[in-house]
């Protein structure tokens, strides 16, 4: 059974940084696109930034390309999301899921197969 596991949000001021961590279990990721997406109250779940797993190469949203970050552990099956420079409008409930198949519509919640419980980062001004 895949398993998502999200950590390492919690309480920031603006202008800090946090890590989240995305630990997966269950199968062999290697074929996957793993993304980060987040969501604020009232507002749709939207692409923050995706990972190839084999290969490595990385696709980010507009909103954060420069301060973010995605990487990933092979050894530790384990996906990253380093975000710098955090501002209030990164407030957010964050996931992360895992999408098999092509990299093609990575910033497409709907096409993603699995889903963490999310972790929430919250951004003071």
């Known amino acids: 059974q895949v398993q998502l596991v999200e950590s390492g949000g919690g309480l920031v001021q603006a202008g800090g940084s946090l890590r989240l961590s995305c630990a997966a279990s269950?199968?062999?990721?290697?074929?996957?696109?793993m993304g980060w997406f987040r969501q604020a109250p009232g507002k749709e779940r939207e692409f923050v930034a995706a990972?190839?797993?084999?290969?490595?190469?990385?696709y980010y949203a507009d909103s954060v390309k420069g301060r973010f970050t995605i990487s990933r552990n092979n050894t530790e099956n384990t996906v990253y999301l380093q975000m710098n420079i955090l501002k209030p409008e990164d407030t957010a409930n964050y996931y992360c899921?895992?999408?098999?198949?092509?990299?093609?519509?990575?910033?497409?919640?709907?096409?993603?197969?699995?889903w963490g419980q999310g972790t929430q980062v919250t951004v003071s001004s």
């Open positions: 899921a895992a999408k098999s198949g092509s990299y093609i519509y990575f910033n497409n919640p709907r096409r993603y197969d699995y």
């Open positions: 990972i190839r797993w084999s290969g490595g190469t990385t």
């Open positions: 269950g199968r062999t990721f290697s074929s996957y696109v």
